[in-house]
């Protein structure tokens, strides 16, 4: 008998339909954060494309969308921490405190989102499992999990540098009978730690912003601490009117400044040394750059992070205000017992981070000397003892740079797989294009400053160049763009050799090089050379038409 109620549903038909028939775009973009926002605008409204963004999140937002933890800031300055493509929302747009909160960050995006009516051309809810190129079509096809097919000529990955989460493959997690949450995949809900025993694993920079909000809450807070870091205060304070006019006043000053110096912040790193001062006139610098907070204390001299006997005297000044700041003398030499330069690793900023120690109901354990064994139904198990818990609370960071683009099947030319292309480490010319994988383009891919940087500037410049890039091709009728294999492997030696003379590769478990990931290959991701360099090198190969890529019409 005909069972009316198993009848698809006219729904039931179009989502049929739309998963057989692909669907045409000139570019898919995968991922709605900064970056993949400013590029769908900037295809469909600067070059007329048809372009698609697609979305695994219900929300846009990308990083800012699942990172909701308690605490949850950005350590950029807020003022620095924006779009600068258009001068109408950088007038309009006013930030409240010095750093971005996460909810002030997703609203501002929302904000941009509507401005710009963007959300027309992103779809939600549409996490995509693999892409393919054909080469006789030259086109790529874009397969999302619910089995809906796109097809487009240019395929853009903006998928961010910190969204995988890192989960750590710890025993017994499934019989936990509490709650565990990892700190990149918040529930929008929120927790409550109120009357509650809860855990933090990790002391990252995800960690130390957590850390103060959840003590403020919690009945108990044990933190479980594998490498001490070193971290800044912040200094976070609602933003003045008298400051914020001078932003806007400014904002192209600020625009060149960061688009000029090493790290894309409104700051550049002072050309002094470390010994061009006296001890006591360096005692002073520290002292103000201290007191003024947040990550610029890193730019008061030129050779922090270039030479080793620079970086202690450094690095002995932030052990002396830990010891100064947390009292009970055991926790402060644990927090003080720092394995690896200062800034070598990412440094935190902070709001009390080492005040937290001297709280009655927060503890630290060293799980360096007596590493996490399991988990337990009631808490976690160290080699020494049981800590009983009722919430545990993963800041253990991210599967970085790779993770997001290795989940997904990515085919190019021949039948290469991503996977295998980079089966020892990222390999890619300028942090943009793969070889194997024509018109594939990576924003602030694995061999550019990205995280290095102040993001927004170095999304803009990797949208802009794409976009131009993209604009060129059309104007000279070339149908693929790939980069070359030669090229990419001198880059690859280029990203090498800049990391190489700095301290960062000293930080030998940092998720830079990573470390943090069981199994990932070691190498260093992130372009060292600095932000200015990187964008002269750019301006040059490209000026010189595009060297290092071929163009095929
Ligand atoms: P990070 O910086 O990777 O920090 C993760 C922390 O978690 C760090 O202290 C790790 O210790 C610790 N960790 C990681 N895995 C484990 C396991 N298995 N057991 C114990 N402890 C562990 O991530 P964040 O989220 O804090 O920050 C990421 C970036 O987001 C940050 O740099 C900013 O750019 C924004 P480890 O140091 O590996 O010994």
Redesign the pocket.
């Known amino acids: 008998m005909l069972n009316l109620e198993e009848l698809p549903t006219g729904q039931d038909i179009m989502a049929l339909a739309a998963s057989v028939v692909a669907q045409e775009f000139d570019a898919v973009i995968i991922g709605a954060g900064f970056s993949g926002m400013y590029q769908l605008l900037s295809l469909r409204d600067k070059l007329g494309l048809k372009a698609r963004v697609l979305e695994a999140a219900d929300g846009l937002g990308g990083t800012w969308y699942w990172n909701r933890y308690p605490g949850a800031r950005c350590d950029s300055e807020s003022h620095s921490y924006s779009y600068y493509f258009s001068k109408e929302l950088l007038a309009e747009w006013n930030w409240t405190e010095r750093y971005p909160e996460q909810p002030e960050i997703l609203r501002y995006l929302n904000h941009v989102a509507d401005r710009f009516d963007l959300r027309r051309d992103i779809q939600l809810n549409t996490r995509v499992k693999s892409a393919r190129y054909d080469k006789a079509a030259n086109r790529w096809t874009v397969t999302t999990e619910q089995g809906e097919i796109f097809q487009c000529t240019y395929f853009i990955t903006a998928v961010g540098c ?1 969204s995988s989460a ?1 989960v ?1 493959k710890i025993d017994g997690l499934n019989d936990f009978g509490g709650d565990w949450y990892h ?1 990149g995949q918040w529930p929008h809900e929120g927790v409550d730690f109120t009357g509650k025993r809860v855990g933090v ?7 130390i912003q957590a850390i103060p909000v959840i003590a403020a809450q919690a009945k108990h807070l044990t933190v ?1 601490q ?2 001490a ?1 070193y971290s800044i205060p912040a200094r976070n304070a609602p933003l003045t009117e008298e400051f914020k006019r001078y932003a806007k006043e400014h904002a192209n000053d600020i625009h060149v400044i960061m688009n000029s110096n090493t790290n894309a912040h409104p700051f550049y790193i002072k050309s002094r040394s470390v010994f061009d001062v006296s001890d006591d006139e360096r005692e002073q610098i520290f002292e103000a750059a201290w007191a003024k907070g947040g990550l610029a204390f890193r730019a008061e001299f030129s050779d922090t992070l270039l030479d080793a006997r620079a970086n202690k005297v450094v690095a002995d000044f932030i052990r002396r205000k830990i010891r100064a700041i947390v009292k009970d003398e055991t926790t402060a030499e644990l927090l003080a017992d720092i394995d690896h330069p200062f800034a070598a690793k ?1 440094p935190p900023v902070d709001s009390h981070y080492f005040e937290t120690y001297n709280l009655p109901h927060v503890d630290l354990v060293n ?1 360096r000397k007596h590493p ?1 064994e399991r988990i337990t139904s009631s808490g976690i198990k160290t080699a020494e003892k049981v800590y009983p818990l009722d919430i545990i609370v993963f ?4 599967d970085a740079m790779t993770g997001s683009l290795l989940k997904i099947d990515i085919e190019g030319r021949d039948g290469l797989r991503l996977k295998d292309a980079w089966h020892a480490g990222p390999r890619n010319y300028l942090g943009l294009q793969v070889p194997g994988f024509p018109n594939m383009f990576t924003v602030t891919g694995p061999g550019s400053p990205s ?1 290095l940087c102040n993001m927004p500037p170095a999304i803009e410049h990797h949208v802009d160049w794409i976009t131009n890039c993209i604009a060129h091709m059309r104007e000279h009728g070339v149908r693929c763009i790939e980069a070359d294999d030669q090229a990419a492997h001198s880059w690859v030696l280029e990203v090498n050799e800049a990391a190489n003379s700095t301290l960062l590769p000293s930080a030998t ?1 940092s ?1 830079y090089l990573g470390a ?1 990931v069981p199994g990932k290959p070691r190498v260093f991701m992130p372009y060292a050379g600095g932000f200015a360099k990187y964008r002269k090198i750019v301006e040059e190969r490209t000026q010189a038409g595009y060297q290092g890529f071929s163009l095929s019409t």
């Open positions: 910190l890192n750590p700190t694993v990790g002391t990252g920079s995800t960690g479980f594998r490498t870091n990412r799980i996490i800041a253990t960071g991210f995280v478990h998720w943090n």
